[in-house]
Nanobody
């Protein structure tokens, strides 16, 4: 299993980003996927999860409304659209796959 995140950046408050996670090494369309984040000095928290066909989606506390998870099974990719970003969204964002597999993370920094 390999998960490679991308799309993290430095962005001003109120801005938007779209993160991508490209998966390989397993049958992507068979598995649920999720995004997590870890802010400095804090534990890892769930951002959003999506079922294998995208029919079921769940969001972590206070995530729904500004964040949208989606997937493209033809591209073996799961996305996280983040809008109206706030400084407290600053964190390393991780993609999680089957068998508790994790990507290396992508840094999102929200600052003016």
């Amino acid at each position: 299993v390999q998960l490679v995140e991308s799309g993290g950046a430095l962005v001003q408050p109120g801005g938007s980003l779209r993160l991508s996670c490209v998966a390989s090494g397993f049958t992507f369309s068979d598995y649920s996927m999720s995004w997590w984040r870890q802010a400095p000095g804090k534990g890892r928290e769930l951002v959003a999860g999506i079922s294998n066909r995208g029919l079921s989606i769940n969001y972590g506390n206070s995530m729904e409304g500004r964040f949208t998870i989606s997937r493209d099974n033809d591209k073996n990719t799961v996305y996280l659209q983040m809008n109206n970003l706030k400084p407290e969204d600053t964190a390393v964002y991780y993609c999680r796959g089957p068998s508790d597999s994790w990507g290396q993370g992508t840094q999102v920094t929200v600052s003016s």
